[in-house]
């Protein structure tokens, strides 16, 4: 059988052409021959405007995977019936955005490889592809209620978006500029300019060129809906929200540890990068606050800098949270009804907050209080799966943390009128705490709770230290509260409060039992080693961290705070279980080596600090 020549293909293409052949066996003869090489000549047919008005629809999946097609999609996009061929788009966005997904989740490795390669077009480029191709068919669309059919799109490109594509958000943003109608000067040249550059490059794609574009076959003319145009900007400006919430989600921006490094210098770790730096001197950190300038520019663009503060705080104060505002209704009479997403509200507050302080920018911020506003927000979006809504929304989290960060550090703590409960909101930062993947969210979560405690009044400092100290099942965050107690201690010292029950035996009296609680049933425990490790394996970082705080106040400096018979009564219930349990746990592992390899071997090589610690503790 002779080999088929690009010529001939092309041959074959250019005389099948209708009306030598019907529309569906043209199509075939497409498909069977459809190679890169035969791609300028299609693009050449495809100026025939009635042929690309009558097949286009269909050649959007037959050529989306082609490596260098976007000039044939153009041409469809651009002379193409628009109607049909905007929902064969989504129906092949959506399609290729659901096959990749399937792929990352269930492919080995080795098909993940494989499904990467070759010579089909990567799903990212796909999507920039399809979202220029959208551009341009929303712009010829004639017809009275263009909300609708926005509607579908936007709901469909947030679903296929992937946040951590750096070109996804470019597309994005620009499709959304678009659909607008707003134009922005070009670009500053900056060293992470590249992404923006494709931005541009996508623009001119869905610049949308009237002169060549076919008019919409089926234009309805006369008057539209005079709801339309308020429905239309809400449906941007909630689309741009989820998009906002999804970048955020998919893009460590490190915005607590940053505003924490920006506002407290004098906390830095000398000789370690900071998260400000990296943020300047790494190409892709750079890349990322990008975006995100341009995402909240976006913001504006669609009119949500307009929105009043008490707009704002309506939707933050939600509840339930609003997760997928674009799945529901529209009312052309009410079209605020459609509401924002929580999470992406507050990444764009919180936005706005952080570029006040770190880049001087200039953004009207909501009058909002950490109570009640900002307790009620974290309370609502943690909900009643707070470890879940943390892992699913870390980015939200981090929006939600830096909010509260900006909020002290400008002493709005209490609105006109607001009754605080600060055990309540101290109780969903430690959370934020405890369940955050990024150890400098984690750590940025633990210094905002400090100083919500410090703010409390005395009364309720006390409280919730005995509450942790007593109650809580982590103990990183028993921890936390021996520092906590450590630093009270300190402050009212500094202050010469001495009306502070901190600064006087009453607060050790209040804690002394939380701190150092009767644990002489270890002695009871005689030589059972393995009991023993158990209860030290779970309990030493506590521990080791209630060693030291007894070290500070037994101290010279501090020993008259402690009340009377305390230090003896320590050194019974405390000191000396702890010290016959290291004994018998040394002995144990002098014996049987095994100990150091089992979970408790990290536990077997703290005794020695322990010991030393509690030495170092002048009871008499």
Not at 241 to 251: I, M, R
Not at 436 to 441: E, I, Q
């Amino acid at each position: 059988m002779a080999t088929t020549t690009t010529e001939d293909a092309v041959k074959r293409l250019q005389d099948s052409k209708p009306p030598a052949t019907d529309a569906a066996t043209y199509l075939t003869i497409i498909e069977m021959s459809l190679t890169p090489e035969l791609l300028p000549t299609l693009r050449d047919i495809l100026d025939d405007v009635a042929l690309t008005s009558e097949i286009g629809w269909d050649l959007v999946e037959m050529l989306i995977a082609v490596p260098g097609s976007e000039a044939c999609l153009e041409r469809v996009a651009h002379l193409g019936n628009p109607r049909e061929v905007i929902l064969k788009v989504l129906e092949v966005m959506e399609k290729s955005a659901t096959e990749a997904e399937a792929e990352e989740e269930g492919a080995t490795e080795g098909e993940q490889k494989k499904s990467d390669g070759g010579d089909k077009v990567p799903v990212t480029q796909q999507f920039v592809t399809l979202c220029g191709m959208l551009a341009v068919l929303h712009s010829r669309l004639k017809v009275k209620g263009p909300s609708r059919f926005l509607h579908t799109t936007l709901e469909t490109v947030y679903r296929s978006y992937d946040g951590g594509q750096p070109e996804a958000t470019a597309a994005v943003i620009a499709l959304t500029r678009s659909l607008s109608g707003q134009k922005r000067p070009p670009l500053p040249t900056r060293k992470s300019s590249a992404v923006l550059q494709h931005l541009e490059r996508t623009s001119s794609f869905q610049a949308g060129d009237a002169s060549r574009s076919a008019p919409d076959p089926e234009g309805s003319v006369g008057d539209g809906d005079a709801g339309e145009p308020a429905l239309v900007q809400r449906l941007l400006q909630v689309f741009v929200t989820c998009v906002l919430e999804a970048f955020v989600n998919a893009n460590a921006l490190e915005w607590p540890a940053r505003l924490l490094e920006y506002t407290y210098p004098e906390k830095i770790v000398l000789g370690r990068m900071t998260q400000m730096q990296a943020f300047k001197d790494v190409d892709d950190l750079q890349a990322r606050d990008s975006l995100i300038g341009q995402l909240v520019s976006l913001a504006g663009d669609v009119g949500l800098s307009k929105l009043s503060s008490d707009t704002i705080k309506e939707a933050l104060a939600a509840s339930p949270v609003c997760t997928d505002p674009l799945s529901g209704e529209l009312d052309s009479e009410q079209p605020e009804a459609l509401g924002f997403s929580t999470g992406g509200l507050a990444a764009l507050v919180a936005y706005r907050m952080f570029a006040t302080d770190l880049f001087d920018a200039q953004y009207s911020i909501p009058d909002l209080h950490i109570f009640p506003h900002h307790h009620t927000l974290l309370q609502n979006f943690l909900g009643d799966s707070p470890q879940d809504q943390i892992a699913s929304n870390p980015g939200s989290v981090e929006a939600l943390l830096v909010m509260g960060i900006w909020l002290h550090t400008q002493s709005r703590l209490l609105a006109p009128g607001a009754k605080p409960d600060f055990m309540a909101y101290h109780h969903l930062l430690t959370l934020l705490g405890v369940f955050h993947a990024n150890p400098r969210v984690r750590q940025s979560a633990i210094t905002l709770a400090g100083l919500v405690l410090h703010a409390a009044p005395e009364e309720e400092r006390l409280s919730i230290l005995e509450d942790l100290l007593e109650n809580c099942m982590f103990a990183s965050l028993q921890s936390c509260a021996v520092s906590w107690a450590k630093d009270e201690i300190i402050a009212a010292r500094k202050e010469e409060a001495s009306s502070s029950k901190f600064a006087s035996a009453e607060g050790l009296e209040r804690l002394q039992y939380a701190l150092f609680p009767d644990l002489t049933y270890l002695q009871d425990e005689a030589q059972d080693a393995p009991a023993l490790l158990e209860f030290w394996a779970q309990a030493w970082p506590f521990q080791l961290q209630v060693a030291n705080f007894a070290v500070f106040v037994f101290g010279e400096r501090y020993r008259d705070m402690a009340p009377a018979g305390m230090a003896a009564a320590v050194e019974h219930r405390y000191v000396e279980p702890l010290l016959h349990m290291a004994g018998v746990l040394r002995e144990a592992g002098a014996q049987d080596k095994s100990l150091e390899e089992t979970a408790g071997g990290q536990a077997m090589g703290t005794l020695d600090i322990l010991t030393d610690t509690l030495g170092r503790v002048a009871l008499q």
